[in-house]
């Protein structure tokens, strides 16, 4: 049982390139999350998606674009790489069931633009 | 974006030593989670808490969700070198799928 795979682990971008950072569960989790965490600034929301077909906007999206075709796989897309994106991404899910709202967490994609 | 005040930043401590961190907020909350991230990992649930005055132990860890619903306190006894790590708190509000973390203490043993 894996959980939450994230990959890539690592990656070297330069400005301007693209890129997609993936995310699979295999928990049947509704709800589905990317947050970006720099030093000193904690854990803050890029996008999150509540199931198939939904994704909504979190504290910082500008640059991001997601998409939730399936309920296993949430893509993290970056257009158009910039220096600011340089940051560890977390892909974090749970089950929006009843006294069961604790998130999971992926081991993170560490991404560097250079 | 609103966070919440973790405190203290980061903490040097010897093994063995007890070690105690706390998370604010201007809002009451409905849950309160701690969670541990190791170097290169994931956060991973240590403790969740989700009534007003809730006292929870994990182990050599403890956590309390304080009786005004603003604050909450994690404390590890008798500290060993895997403690190392980054600790959040954070809160989610029950019906929403909103999360607020904390900007986390970072936790160093010496041996």
């Known amino acids: 049982n894996a959980g939450v795979t994230q990959t890539p682990k690592f990656q070297v971008l330069k400005t301007g390139q693209s890129m997609t950072l993936q995310c699979a569960q295999d928990m049947n989790h509704e709800y589905m999350s990317w947050y970006r965490q720099d030093p000193g600034m904690g854990l803050r929301l890029i996008h999150y998606?509540?199931?198939?077909?939904?994704?909504d906007q979190g504290e910082v999206p500008n640059g991001y674009n997601v998409s939730r075709s399936t309920t296993e796989d949430f893509p993290l897309r970056l257009l158009s790489a910039a220096p600011s994106q340089t940051s560890v991404y977390f892909c974090?899910?749970?089950?929006?069931?009843?006294?069961?709202?604790?998130?999971?967490f992926g081991a993170g994609s560490r991404l560097t633009v250079l | 974006g609103q966070q919440l005040n973790q405190s203290p930043q980061s903490m040097f401590i010897q093994e063995g030593e007890d070690v105690s961190m706390n998370c604010t907020s201007s809002s009451i909350f409905n849950t309160w989670l701690w969670y541990k991230q190791d170097p290169g990992e994931g956060p991973v649930l240590l403790i969740a808490?989700?009534?007003?005055?809730e006292l929870t132990s994990n182990g050599r860890l403890t956590a309390q969700f304080g009786i005004t619903r603003k604050d909450s306190f994690l404390n590890i006894s008798a500290s060993i070198p895997s403690d190392v790590g980054i600790y959040f708190c954070?809160?989610?509000?029950?019906?929403?799928?909103?999360?607020?973390f904390g900007t986390g203490t970072r936790l160093k043993v010496l041996a």
């Open positions: 974090a899910t749970y089950s929006g069931a009843v006294g069961a709202n604790v998130l999971t």
């Open positions: 998606s509540v199931g198939a077909g939904i994704t």
């Open positions: 954070a809160e989610h509000t029950s019906g929403t799928y909103k999360y607020i």
């Open positions: 808490l989700y009534k007003a005055g």
